[in-house]
Each structure stands twice: as structure tokens, then as C-alpha cells.
């Protein structure tokens, strides 16, 4: 078990090594002089020399790698550019927002989307389930921004019963927080329910045919119990499974959710920092969600042995 | 136990019709006209070839027919007198597992690999005796006592894929017997398991059946096991009763072709260990659903066919004692 365990642990540092190669290799090897780049347009060759004297720039290039991964191994992400501060502190000013959406998307899309997998499965082939798969092709097609729009024009700016944007901290105002959270949350949680559904509905179906249910039916077991208990609780690693990999789903989104938002959140500094071409932000919020993704996706790993028994380590 | 032949039979099927819908044309029939009873402390033996109909007479008898499409067409299904064809399903919920409890032929596939066993066996308790949990548990413990299990403490903290085939059919049993019911139903509950291993189950079950009186309904392709552990036998053909008798008239004087030909196609009777009798020497196969011939289902793989077999399908017509066999030629005077 605990060997399992640790090679799983220690197999996410070869994934983290080749996402800090590709993130360095991201200003080293942009079209132009890094240097140049993060000067800016009006700086002089003087200006040029230092910056590039200062970032080790005209090193060898795996010295420079060693160089910065050391940086960032003891928590040094650079400096903005523009802000000319630490990119950690900017991160960790961003990240209240994402995070909050993040999880109220997470719980909005499994509390929608669980029940109308295991209903759809359960009623396979009945109007209720073509019901609910139409409608999950639907939420799947329809951009993120498109449904953020429509939600904003019916039920900000028509029906008036929510702020239109903006984020309220939780520590400020937790009803506001909230009131700010619904139509992102819907907007970016429908694309991730649907996936979610479609998975969810497709391992319930597969697992309504077992043996096991059958004999859970003649014990004389109510529905309600065969489908949650008996069937959802076998169906439950491809599920989690498809959360944690739909995290990528979520990220995407993300981006767009907060721009469509204004929510001051990690997506909004992505898209301001390549406009900016700062790439020191643009590389540290890279860093970030990929550890997030990483780091995520080991603990659901870590967590099957918990949902079927027969997994061992 | 010794069953009594003239108490009043726990389970009767009367007219059993057992269909499934297919779209647009008339339902396809799987069981026809099937009638039998079984009383309290008998074994009643349903054998035939695959795709006789005999798991679905089984789960027409629970309502566990594979939705949607499969129900049932006609037919009673009476359990101490009160039809289980018409009750509610809330009632129906209630008779299962507690007055009519059912065992799988695959106990590698029938339990549910996530839960222990010890849940498995106590969630049947606690849902028919509205017990706490923990007596639940204690019923089931006793029960895996029962049905010899060694280290039950450990096992009920056990999940499926922990215990070997033979182990986990016994926890079915254990499952199946929990709230004593009236009748069991057991389809093929041997079929998958080693030679030695079957007999030491077979045997379980007669123990049990004769500390508790259970009807059993024992489904089989193995005469073998008919002979071991039947009162009474029924020949099941393509969804058609064609035979039926106490086991000696049946051994002594097998009467439909069928029944003759799955006899034949038996290495040895009461043979002991070893060989069992696998009803597969008779030539050609069950027929389809849908292609289930007019007249005697059995006439086109039969040896003393006759053109009125393939027009007019026999009735079930008496040979002498309990015995009755659904034949043209060798039950009527054709
Ligand atoms: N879900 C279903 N839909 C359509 N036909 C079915 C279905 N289940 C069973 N049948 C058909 O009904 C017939 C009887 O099946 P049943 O399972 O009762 O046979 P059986 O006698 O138990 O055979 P076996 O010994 O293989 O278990 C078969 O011809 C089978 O093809
Ligand atoms: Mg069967």
C-alpha cells in the first residue's frame, strides 16, 4: 500500500520537471531576445544588456535552467514586469476568486450532475433520458461565454435578482460572495456537467447490468438503495476519475468565466499577463495550475483504494 | 423434514406466461402455460438444456424480469394464496428476501464487490425486520456459522473478491436464508463451482432445508444433482413443461423423448464423484425465441416424431401416479 503510494507520490516529479522545462523554454525560446522582450518597447540596448546580465541570460542555457529552477524550488517566481513585484505575491492575491469558483463549480456540477447520470441510466432509453443527454449535448456545445451572456441578460439585467459582476471577498461580505458566485458558477459548471453526466450515466448503465444488482433487487432492497449504494459505489472511480481529468475542462473555462465576469481572479491576471507579455506572470500561473492539476489528479489516485476494495496498492 | 403431500402447497404457478415485448409484432412467449407447486420442506428439480426458460421462470416468480421488455403475459404465481402477479410492487419488495429468497449461478458476479459481506448479508435483515444495525449484524454472523464458514467474525469484515467461489456461494446462502424464508429459489447454484465443492453445497442446503422447512426450487442442466437432491422433478423444453413426476417415476420410467434423450446423454447415474452428466447429446439445439416451431416444440430434434407432433402440440396428459408427460406417442395413443 504504502509502497504504491509513494512511487505514485514521486511519480508526479518527472510530470512537474517536464511542465518547468517547457514553462523556461517558453521565454528562452519565444521569437525575438527575451531580454528585449521584457524590456519593453522603449528601453535601450543599455537597458537590454543589464536586464540581460540580470537574468543570467547570457549563461548557457542549462545553466540558466539550473539557475532558475533553484529560484523557483525556494519560491522565487521573478518579478512582473509590468508591476515590477514579486509574481508569487500576485498569485496569491488572485487566487481567493478562482479558488471560490472553482469549488462552488465542482460541488454545482456533481450535485447536478450525478443524479441526472444515475436517473438517466435508470430510465435508460425513456424520455427522461433522452431528456437529459439532449440537454448535456446542448450544455456541452454552447460556449462557456455564450451561457455567460444569456444568464447576465436574463437574470442580471432583465429579471434584476443578481449583480451582473464583480467579486465580493468571503471574509468581506459572505452573502455577497455568494450572490457573486451563482452565474459564474452556472455558466462554467454546465459544460463540466455535462461531461460529468454523460460519464455518470454511462458506468451506471454499465453497472445496473451486473449480477450484483440483480441479487441486491431480490433481497427485496428499495431502489433508491440499489442505485446509490449498490450501483453508484461501483461506478464511483470512473466518475471521480472523469473530475479530476475535467479539472482541465474547468481550467479553460476559467479563463473565460472571469473575463466574462470581470472576476479579479488567477484567469483574468493569465489574460492580462499575455497581453502584456509578462512573461514572468505568464510563466508562474502556469507553474501553478499545473501543480493544481498534478496534485489534484494524485490525490484522486491516491483515494480509489477508498472507493473499491479491490483496488490495492 | 419430511414434507407433507397433503398440506397445502406453499408456492403454486398457475398458467405461468412469461413474455418479451419486441417492438411492433406479437411479444415473443420464453414460458408457456407453466403450472407446478411446490410444498413446505420439498425440493422441486426444473431441468432442461440452456434457453429452456428456466432462470426466467425463476425470476418471473420474484418480478425480476430483465426490464423493459420482459413480463409477465399470464398466469398466477401464488404464495401461501395471495397472487404475487398483482400485488404492489412495494409488497412485491417485501417478499423478496424475506418469504422468497433467490441464489445465482455465478457467486463470483452475484455479490457486490464494494461491500462486505457482513453488509451484505445484515442490509437484507435490517430491511425486512426493521432491526438495528448491529443486530443485523449479529444475525448475519450467525448465519455464516450456519453455513459452516470458517473465522466468520473475520469474514463478515471481508469483502467478495477476498473469499474463494465455494466460500461466496455459501455466503449467498447465507444471505438468501437470513429471514427464513418460505421458498428459495436456487438457479444452478453449483453449475460454477468444482466437483467437491458442489456436493459440500448441495449438502448445505439440505441441511438447512431441513432445520427451516424451506420449499426449494432447484434449477439444473445435471441430472446428478436431480437425483441427489429432488422430491420432485420438472422437464422444462423450450419454455414448455413436457414432463413431470416424483424423482422415482421419472428416473424409472422417463417418458417424454426428452426426458429420455437428456438420460441417455448421462455418463451415469448415481455415479458418485466424478462425472456428472452434461445434457448436451442430444442432437441439435433449443430453438430461438422466434423461432419456436408449431406443434410440439421438441418435434424437429425428435427421434419418434410423428406429422401430428409438428401440427398439433400435446397436452400434458397423465401416465400413472403423479406422473404426466406432454407426448404424443409415448403418453397419448396417437
Ligand atoms: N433479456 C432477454 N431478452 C430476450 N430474450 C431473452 C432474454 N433473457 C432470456 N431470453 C431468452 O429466453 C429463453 C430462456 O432463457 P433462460 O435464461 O430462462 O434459459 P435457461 O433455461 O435458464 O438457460 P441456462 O441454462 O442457459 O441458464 C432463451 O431462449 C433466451 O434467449
Ligand atoms: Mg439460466
Redesign the pocket.
Known amino acids: 500500500m504504502w509502497s504504491y503510494a509513494i512511487r505514485r507520490i514521486l511519480a508526479t516529479i518527472p510530470v512537474l520537471c517536464v511542465v518547468a522545462i517547457i514553462v523556461f523554454l517558453l521565454l528562452r525560446l519565444s521569437p525575438g531576445d527575451p531580454a528585449a522582450i521584457i524590456a519593453g518597447d522603449n528601453a535601450t540596448v543599455d537597458d537590454i544588456a543589464m536586464i540581460r546580465a540580470q537574468l543570467g541570460l547570457d549563461r548557457p542555457l542549462l545553466q540558466q535552467f539550473v539557475f532558475w529552477l533553484g529560484q523557483l524550488l525556494s519560491g522565487d517566481f521573478g518579478n512582473s514586469i509590468y508591476l515590477a513585484r514579486p509574481v508569487i505575491g500576485l498569485i496569491m492575491e488572485r487566487v481567493e476568486p478562482t479558488l471560490a469558483l472553482s469549488v462552488t463549480t465542482m460541488a454545482f456540477a456533481m450535485l447536478l450532475a450525478i443524479p441526472m447520470g444515475v436517473l438517466a441510466a435508470w430510465r435508460a432509453g425513456s424520455w427522461v433520458d433522452q431528456t437529459i443527454m439532449a440537454l448535456s449535448v446542448l450544455a456541452f456545445s454552447v460556449p462557456v461565454f455564450l451561457i455567460g451572456y444569456g444568464l447576465v441578460i436574463g437574470f442580471s439585467l432583465t429579471l434584476d435578482l443578481l449583480p451582473v459582476q464583480g467579486f465580493v471577498s468571503l471574509s468581506d461580505d459572505p452573502l455577497q460572495f455568494l450572490r457573486h458566485l451563482v452565474l459564474p458558477t452556472i455558466a462554467l459548471g454546465l459544460v463540466y456537467s455535462a461531461l460529468l453526466a454523460r460519464i455518470t450515466r454511462a458506468t451506471m448503465l454499465e453497472t445496473l447490468n451486473e449480477d450484483f444488482i440483480r441479487t441486491a433487487r431480490a433481497k427485496g432492497l428499495a431502489e433508491p438503495r440499489v442505485l446509490l449504494l449498490h450501483a453508484l459505489k461501483n461506478a464511483s472511480v470512473p466518475i471521480v476519475t472523469t473530475i479530476g481529468t475535467g479539472l482541465a475542462l474547468l481550467i479553460g473555462g476559467v479563463v473565460v468565466t472571469e473575463s466574462v465576469f470581470a472576476i479579479p481572479g488567477i484567469g483574468r491576471l493569465t489574460i492580462e499577463a499575455v497581453l502584456q507579455r509578462d512573461y514572468p506572470v505568464i510563466q508562474g500561473v502556469i507553474l501553478v495550475i499545473a501543480a493544481v492539476y498534478v496534485f489534484v489528479n494524485l490525490a484522486i489516485d491516491l483515494a480509489y483504494p477508498l472507493l473499491d476494495p479491490r483496488i490495492r496498492f | 423434514m419430511a414434507f407433507d403431500a397433503a398440506e397445502a402447497p406453499v408456492l403454486v404457478v398457475d398458467g405461468l406466461r412469461t413474455e ?1 415485448a419486441t417492438g411492433e409484432g406479437p411479444p ?1 412467449v ?2 408457456h402455460d407453466l403450472s407446478f407447486t411446490v410444498r413446505r420442506g420439498e425440493t422441486l428439480c426444473i431441468v ?10 425463476a ?1 418471473s416468480i420474484l418480478r425480476l424480469l ?1 426490464r423493459p ?2 413480463r409477465i403475459g399470464a398466469g398466477r404465481v401464488l404464495l401461501d394464496g395471495q397472487d404475487l402477479a398483482q400485488i404492489s410492487d412495494a409488497e412485491m419488495r417485501a417478499v423478496r428476501g424475506r418469504a422468497i429468497s433467490m441464489i445465482f ?1 455465478e457467486p463470483m458476479s452475484s455479490l457486490n464487490p464494494v461491500l462486505t459481506i457482513g453488509r451484505q448479508i445484515a442490509e437484507t435483515v435490517m430491511v425486512h425486520e426493521q432491526l438495528d444495525w448491529s443486530a443485523c449484524m449479529g444475525r448475519a454472523l450467525e448465519m455464516l456459522r450456519q453455513v459452516r464458514i470458517p473465522e466468520p467474525e473475520r469474514r463478515l469484515q471481508e469483502y467478495p473478491h477476498q473469499l474463494s467461489g465455494g466460500m461466496r456461494q455459501r455466503v449467498m446462502i447465507a444471505m438468501a436464508l437470513v429471514c427464513r424464508p418460505r421458498v428459495l429459489l436456487a ?2 447454484p453449483t453449475t460454477a463451482l468444482d466437483v467437491t465443492i458442489q456436493a459440500q453445497i448441495l449438502d448445505l442446503v439440505r441441511d438447512l432445508q431441513q432445520e427451516t422447512g424451506t420449499a426449494v426450487i432447484l ?1 439444473t ?1 445435471d441430472l446428478g444433482v436431480v437425483a441427489e437432491m429432488a422430491e420432485r422433478v420438472l422437464v ?1 423444453y423450450a ?1 414448455n413443461k413436457v414432463e413431470e413426476g416424483s424423482v422415482t417415476e421419472i428416473f424409472d420410467a422417463p417418458t417424454h423423448p426428452y426426458t429420455r434423450g437428456l438420460m441417455a446423454a448421462m455418463p451415469h447415474l448415481g455415479g458418485g464423484q466424478g462425472h456428472r452428466g452434461r445434457l448436451n447429446e442430444i442432437p441439435g439445439v ?1 430453438p ?2 422466434h423461432a419456436r416451431p408449431p406443434g410440439c416444440s421438441f418435434a424437429p430434434r425428435c427421434p419418434l416424431v410423428l406429422d401430428k407432433c409438428r401440427v398439433e402440440a400435446p397436452p400434458l396428459l397423465g401416465v400413472g401416479g403423479t406422473h404426466a408427460a406432454a407426448c404424443w406417442v409415448t403418453a397419448g395413443n396417437a
Do not use: N, R, W
Open positions: 418479451f415473443s420464453a414460458v432442461g438444456e440452456s434457453g429452456c426458460g428456466k432462470s426466467l421462470t425470476l430483465p421488455y420482459g449461478q438457479d444452478e434449477i442442466h422444462m419454455g433449443v430461438a425465441l
